[in-house]
């Protein structure tokens, strides 16, 4: 199985938010967002070595808002420019001997170990593994002149973690940047992997708005109604 390595993304503001404060350190559940995502991935990957990548202007505060809550034991080092930039930052932050690693949206805080542990099994017997959802409403792509219809059945949701073996992760991220790099996924297919899909969760989304945070309390209230 291997030494499993985990890099969570945070480089995100709090403009869609309309709040002074980052979105990925304000609280749901009593605590941060990107401590709730840390601490689920601690709980799915006994061991696993967790890397959180942060704006610079932002590590000394996540320092100091992390000191007042239980979050599992990480390391944070800063991003860069564009998101590809802050993943290899987060890769490179790894130690040598770990030979999975998983990258995931610090913001996707409702992600479960459920999820996780699918896509890290998966990982097992493939060498990169994302989940997705399918697409349920319709999509047009717009032309010059017009606009047509994609065929909904051909189209998936990409969510993360994305998880890759190591050696593979690390060889894509040597890559220049390119525009066409969406996703880690992108990165790694632009070397002739062949990706492979599991089942996401459609709870599992990005926090982005006020709407969002709303929503994700409400779960969090009814999961715990649930217990």
């Not at 009593?30 to 202007?57: C, K």
């Not at 000394?60 to 800063?78: E, G, Q, S, T």
């Not at 493939?126 to 032309?143: L, M, T």
């Not at 969510?159 to 390119?178: C, G, M, N, V």
Request: overall charge negative.
């Amino acid at each position: 199985m291997g030494k499993r390595g985990v890099v969570i993304v945070a480089g995100g503001s709090g403009r869609r938010m309309h709040s002074a404060l980052p979105k990925q350190f304000m609280l749901l559940g009593g605590i941060p967002v990107v401590a709730r995502t840390i601490n689920i991935f601690a709980e799915a990957l006994p061991g696993a070595e967790i890397v959180v990548v942060l704006p610079e202007e932002h590590i000394a505060m996540w320092k100091n808002l992390a000191a007042r809550f239980d979050v599992a034991v990480h390391k944070c080092v800063a991003g860069g420019a564009e998101r590809f930039h802050s993943v290899k930052a987060g890769i490179e932050a790894l130690s040598e001997d770990v030979t999975s690693i998983a990258v995931h949206d610090g913001v996707r805080a409702l992600v479960t170990k459920r999820l996780i542990i699918r896509a890290a099994l998966a990982m097992e017997e493939n060498d990169a593994v994302i989940p997705v959802i399918e697409v349920v409403d319709s999509y047009r792509r717009v032309e010059q002149g017009g606009s047509t219809t994609l065929p909904r059945s051909e189209l998936r949701i990409v969510q993360t973690p994305q998880i890759f073996k190591s050696s593979i992760l690390r060889k894509a991220y040597t890559q220049e940047f390119d525009q066409a790099f969406t996703d880690d996924a992108s990165v790694v297919e632009a070397m002739g992997i062949k990706i492979t899909l599991v089942d996401g969760e459609r709870t599992n989304i990005k926090l982005t708005t006020p709407e969002d945070m709303e929503w994700a309390e409400w779960m969090l209230q009814r999961e715990e109604c649930d217990k």
